[in-house]
Each structure stands twice: as structure tokens, then as C-alpha cells.
């Protein structure tokens, strides 16, 4: 009895449309986090020329360095709280009861982001970083809950493909914010005819340009709010209920009203006791320190180097002059040139990224996957930054190569780095530590980010950007995003490999039951 019967019936269910809906319920939550996260960049241009332009000044106006870092970062602060916050009470109260909360969350803090009030740039800009903090909440909340909900429902065979399905999202939701800036910028262009800033700078910024960044940013209410009921339907998941709440009979019970398992006759044991352990304990050091220290670095040294490319992508677009200058466009031309720029990138590069590692994880292994994706990010970042004034003359090869850094993020460790901690840790921590994990990647994100964006600043003073401090340029910059990949790949050797190996033999989780099954005098013996 060393593994319940409701626990071996989902590791042998056969794939069916319940698998499918909830990866959907689940990655739409991924939508809506990514679109989110990354709508922010395609407006920030926007905010700058509306709310800090300097008449009689050459170029447009732009968000000052101080309010640039706390627009990008306060929604990343807010995710990495709510990882650990909600990852903690995935565990203490179940995975669905708090499922709801975190998008009631989403949903609010996008609308009101959008709804930013105030008459000064100051009033504006506070408020905007106070309702993206508590988007960037709700959307932590989504990580651990997510990842664990498709874990403990998924099969053994497909488990892989499912959890990196619902990552995937993510790639969507990148895609959607470059296509609804596309299609915002574009109407408002065709029904308002700004010149470009060098031409008219007054005219270049109607008035009701202000309304573009507030449809942009508000639009990510709408996914999250589809999926709300659906998740309200959603069972407490087998995992939770047995080996948690240890009650095993009402575990088959509410599986066999969602998927067509086999449980014809009733567990022996209809109680469980989980592991005697505490998290952090000496015992739960010794069976998944080093799996926890694995999954916290990695995850932290991606994200120091992912988000970096992807909140700044714009500024090195303009770098490599991809992007005209800032001056040559008007304020709603800017938005739709980044827009769209944005979207190329992740359609050719980052959402192909994770549909292959769907394709693959359980063919290949995680570990391969973590490992090669390392491995290529380095040496497409090497191949950025060694010939960097090459490229300066030659956008277009170095587009290609950025855009491969993207593709092996994705197909690498952005997307094993999300999957293994939802399956090598116990029912009654899994929540927990999988909130660690990307908690520890988004302190990475924002290392990366306030790195990223003073760092990349010119080694020369006379062309350093208004407001900020010398930096040691793009290129050095990229060479250190370089040496943060190669470290990630040192990193992967702390983590095992889960591909097709149950949920519980990961965890431990068999043998301690079997110890529970044994005469005291057998466990004393052991």
C-alpha cells in the first residue's frame, strides 16, 4: 500500500479533454501574466513623451530614470511577494480556494491601471506603480498554483507537456500585447494624423494619445476575467486532498467527476499521513536542499538575463537602429513601431521557443532541455556582443541572433525552470517551494532590470541619456548577460532529472508512506 489507488489511476490515466481544459483555465492565467508584464514596454515611450516632454527640447520626452525603473520593477516586486505569499497558502488552504483570489486580483489591478489618476506626472505615475504592484501580486499568486494544479492532475507520460502547455501561455500573452499595441497604435494613426516629433512636437502628442496607453494596459483584464467561473469549477486537486488533507476516499471522489479514471474499488486507506517533516527542516534539507538550491539559482540567473532582453528590447532595437530614432516618430507612431517589433520577435523566436519544448520535454528530458538552453544562450549572447560593431552596421543579422537567445530561452530553461519545482517536492510543500523558486527568479528579474537599464547606458558622458549615470554600454552589458547564461548551466547540474518518474517517487512521498504502513517495531528497526 506503499502508493494510493487514486494516485496510480492519474499517473495511468489515458490523456483526455480534462487535461486539455485545464491546461487551458490554467494558461490563460499565463496569458494574462505575460500580457501584463510585457504590455508595460510597448507604452513607456508613450508615458514619457505625455507626461515629462520639455518643449523647445531636440528630443522627445522620456520617464525619468527613477520612474522608468519603478514602472517596470514595481509589478515584478509585487509578482515576487505574491510567489512566495500565495505559494505558502496553495499549501496551507488548498490550491483551488485561493485559485480565485489571485484573479479577482488580476482583474482589478488591470482595469485600474488602466484608470491611473491624478493632474501631474507625479500623481499619474504613483498610482500606476501602486495598482501594477498589486497586479504584479495576483500575478505571483498564479505561478506556484498553476504549476502545481497541472502537476498533481496531470499523468506521468504527458505530465511535461501539460505543465509546459500552461507555460507556454506565456508566449501567447507576449504575442497578444505586441498585436493589441499594433492594433491600437494603428486605428488611432488612421483616425489621428500626428506628425513626427521633429516636425510639430506639440502636435505629436495630442491630447488624446492618453487614452492609448490606458486601452493597452486594460485589455489584460479581459482573458482573466473569461476563465474566472471555470476555475471556481475546478475540483481540489487528488494530490492535495490525500496526501495533505489525507483523505483518500474523497480524492477518487472528486476526480471521478472530471476524468474517466479507474477507481472501482475504494483505498484501503482512507486516511494519510504526510511527511513528519517540517519545510526547512534538517530532514527536508537532506532529501531537497541542493533540488532547492538547483531551482532557485537557475530560475534566478534566467530571469537576471530574460527579462533584461525583454523589458529592454526596444532600447537595444534603437541601439542596432532597428527602430528609427524617437524624434522621427510621433507619440502613437512610437507605440505601434515597437508594437511591432515586439510581436516579430516573439512569433519568430519566443513562441516557437515553448511550443518545442511542449513537443519534447517528456521525449527528451528537462534536464537536456535546461542544459542545451543554456548553453545556446551563451553562445548566441557571445555571438551579440564579440563582433558588437558589426552588428551596429548590420541590423538585421543581429535581430537573428537576438531573436535565437529568445528561441533557446524557451526552449531551455525559461520553461524547465517553471516545470521541475512542481514535481520534485512533497504535496504538503510543493505550493511552497515552487513559490520560492520563482520568487528567486523574479529578484533576477529585477537585478536584471534596474541592471540592465542603467548598466547599458554609453561608457561616454556626451551621450549618456538625460538623467542617467555612465554606464559600460550595450555591449558590455550583453557580455554580461553572457556570463550570467554560462553560470545558469553550471547551475542545471544541481537538478535531478523528473521525466517520467511519478510525483510521489520524485518527492519521497512512496516511502514514507511505506514507512507508515509498517509495525512500529519494523519503522524503529529501519
Not at 360 to 384: E, Y
Amino acid at each position: 500500500m506503499a502508493k494510493l489507488e487514486v494516485l496510480t489511476a492519474l499517473d495511468k490515466a489515458k490523456t483526455q479533454w480534462y487535461h486539455f481544459t485545464a491546461i487551458i483555465i490554467a494558461g490563460m492565467g499565463f496569458f494574462t501574466d505575460a500580457y501584463d508584464l510585457f504590455s508595460i514596454p510597448i507604452v513607456t515611450g508613450l508615458l514619457g513623451r505625455i507626461y515629462y516632454q520639455t518643449p523647445g527640447t531636440a528630443n522627445p520626452g522620456s520617464l525619468p530614470p527613477n520612474v522608468n525603473a519603478a514602472v517596470n520593477a514595481m509589478a515584478l516586486i509585487g509578482t515576487l511577494m505574491g510567489q512566495l505569499f500565495f505559494g505558502w497558502l496553495g499549501d496551507k488552504l488548498g490550491r483551488k480556494k485561493v485559485y480565485g483570489i489571485t484573479l479577482v486580483l488580476m482583474v482589478a489591478a488591470a482595469l485600474a491601471s488602466g484608470l491611473s489618476f491624478g493632474h501631474t506626472p507625479k500623481s499619474v505615475m504613483t498610482t500606476l506603480c501602486f495598482f501594477r504592484f498589486w497586479l504584479g501580486f495576483g500575478i505571483g499568486g498564479d505561478y506556484p498554483l498553476s504549476a502545481t494544479i497541472m502537476s498533481e492532475y496531470a499523468n506521468t507520460r504527458t505530465r511535461g507537456a501539460f505543465i509546459a502547455a500552461v507555460f507556454a501561455m506565456q508566449g501567447t500573452g507576449i504575442l497578444c500585447a505586441g498585436a493589441v499595441g499594433c492594433i491600437v497604435g494603428g486605428i488611432y494613426n488612421n483616425v489621428v494624423h500626428a506628425p513626427a516629433y521633429k516636425v510639430n512636437p506639440i502636435a505629436s502628442v495630442p491630447d488624446s494619445a492618453d487614452f492609448v496607453w490606458r486601452a493597452v494596459l486594460m485589455f489584460g483584464a479581459i482573458p482573466a476575467a473569461a476563465t474566472y467561473y471555470y476555475r471556481m469549477k475546478m475540483p481540489e486537486t487528488a494530490r492535495f486532498t490525500a496526501l495533505v488533507a489525507g483523505d483518500a476516499r474523497k480524492a477518487a471522489k472528486d476526480m471521478s467527476t472530471v476524468l474517466q479514471v479507474d477507481l472501482t474499488q475504494d483505498d484501503a486507506r482512507s486516511r494519510v499521513q504526510g511527511p513528519q517533516y517540517t519545510l526547512f527542516s534538517p530532514e527536508f534539507m537532506r532529501r531537497h536542499g541542493l533540488h532547492l538550491l538547483g531551482t532557485t539559482s537557475c530560475w534566478f540567473l534566467l530571469d537576471v538575463a530574460f527579462y533584461s532582453q525583454n523589458l529592454f528590447q526596444k532600447d537595444v532595437f534603437t541601439a542596432v537602429h532597428w527602430l528609427p530614432a524617437r524624434k522621427e516618430m510621433s507619440a502613437v507612431g512610437e507605440v505601434f513601431r515597437v508594437a511591432r517589433a515586439q510581436s516579430l520577435i516573439a512569433l519568430c523566436s519566443t513562441v516557437p521557443g515553448y511550443w518545442v519544448t511542449v513537443a519534447l520535454i517528456d521525449r527528451i528530458g528537462r534536464f537536456t532541455i535546461q542544459l542545451q538552453g543554456f548553453f545556446f544562450m551563451t553562445v548566441f549572447m557571445l555571438g551579440l556582443t564579440i563582433p558588437y560593431n558589426h552588428w551596429l552596421h548590420n541590423s538585421t543579422g543581429f535581430i537573428i541572433m537576438y531573436a535565437l537567445t529568445f528561441f533557446f530561452a524557451n526552449f531551455g530553461p525559461n520553461s524547465t525552470t517553471f516545470i521541475v519545482p512542481a514535481e520534485v517536492f512533497p504535496a504538503r510543500f510543493r505550493s511552497t517551494c515552487h513559490g520560492i523558486s520563482a520568487a528567486a527568479g523574479k529578484a533576477g528579474a529585477i537585478i536584471g532590470s534596474f541592471g540592465f537599464l542603467y548598466a547599458s547606458q554609453s561608457s561616454h558622458q556626451k551621450t549618456v541619456a538625460a538623467g542617467y549615470s555612465k554606464g559600460i554600454g550595450v555591449r558590455n552589458a550583453l557580455f554580461l548577460l553572457a556570463g550570467t547564461n554560462a553560470l545558469g548551466f553550471l547551475c542545471t547540474f544541481l537538478v535531478p532529472e523528473t521525466n517520467q518518474i511519478s510525483l510521489e517517487d520524485l518527492s519521497g512521498e512512496n516511502e514514507e508512506n511505506a514507512r507508515n504502513d509498517l509495525p512500529d517495531d519494523k519503522v524503529a528497526a529501519l
